[in-house]
């Protein structure tokens, strides 16, 4: 889902929200990501350009329909983390980070990786790709969002989801992006909407129940000669509850917080040409435990 200054999804709030859209809290377990051989990024994104007031407001703009959507369709999920009969996971530190010896997932669906154990690592790691997915460009696109809301999501709830996130991405709100009406992107440009899990913990479990934490960093814009709309850095927590459906960890509802948000380095900004091959010369990622 979109997401700088972004929120995250799901604030109770159906007319907005007051955190950042692209944040997302850490906690005492940390992901392990499968890397693609033979890549080694020399410099990264860089240090973020200074954003105008403009950029900020689309950035926010985006956030903010995004979350009443979410919000407005998961109404009546109660507390994430306050279910009867769901326990808390002992408060040691964060997980290893040496492989568990368990197999990263094979399945998918669609691109979406699938066939997640049932257990408290299948379920961060279900809570990791998810992430990963709702918060993609692909969500822009009508039939690959609703395909994406499909496979990351509780049946019971998919319709309606569907439904109130063709309302939240309107003509008038794809354009107010950048994007064209029917939401593609403007020739000579690249839209950008990419989230990145960096550690996960469960909060909250049950026998076919689990509250999952993904701390996410993200980058959202347009890149290319004469966008306005430059791509920014953001982090973010994504919370969501999940639960055992049909052989999967699904989501029932979710929601999303600023931070927490480490001191920007000393890395250059990239130019827009930059961005723009990296986005389409480096493939995502698998998360597993």
């Known amino acids: ?161 569907q439904t109130d996130m063709e309302k939240a991405y309107s003509a008038g709100f794809l354009k107010a992006v950048g994007l064209n009406e029917d939401g593609s992107t403007p020739t000579g440009l690249t839209f950008v909407s990419r989230t990145i899990p960096v550690g996960t913990k469960v909060t909250a479990e049950g026998v076919d129940s689990a509250t999952v934490e993904v701390w996410c960093t993200g980058v959202v814009g347009m890149a290319g000669d004469g966008s306005t709309k430059p791509v920014t850095a953001t982090w973010f927590t994504i919370t969501e509850k999940l639960k055992w459906s049909g052989g999967d960890w699904k989501i029932e509802s979710s929601s999303q917080a600023q931070g927490p948000t480490p001191v920007t380095g000393d890395n250059r900004a990239s130019t827009a040409d930059e961005i723009a091959g990296a986005v389409e010369g480096y493939g995502g990622f698998t998360y597993a435990r």
């Open 1 to 161: 889902m979109s997401q700088g200054d972004e929120r995250g999804y799901g604030d109770n709030d159906p007319g907005g929200r007051s955190d950042d859209a692209y944040s997302t809290l850490g906690g005492t377990r940390q992901t392990r990501t499968r890397m693609p051989r033979g890549t080694d990024d020399g410099e990264g994104y860089g240090r973020r350009p200074a954003r105008n007031s403009r950029s900020l407001v689309m950035i926010v703009g985006v956030v903010v329909l995004l979350i009443a959507a979410i919000a407005f369709a998961n109404q009546g999920g109660g507390d994430a983390s306050g279910d009867a009969g769901e326990k808390k996971p002992d408060a040691a530190g964060a997980g290893p980070t040496a492989a568990t010896g368990t197999k990263p997932v094979e399945g998918k669906n669609g691109t979406i990786a699938s066939g997640f154990a049932h257990d408290q690592q299948g379920a961060q790691s279900a809570a990791a790709n998810y992430a990963v997915a709702l918060g993609s460009a692909e969500m822009f696109d009508k039939a690959k969002r609703d395909a994406i809301l499909s496979a990351t999501h509780d049946p019971a709830v998919v319709a309606t989801l």
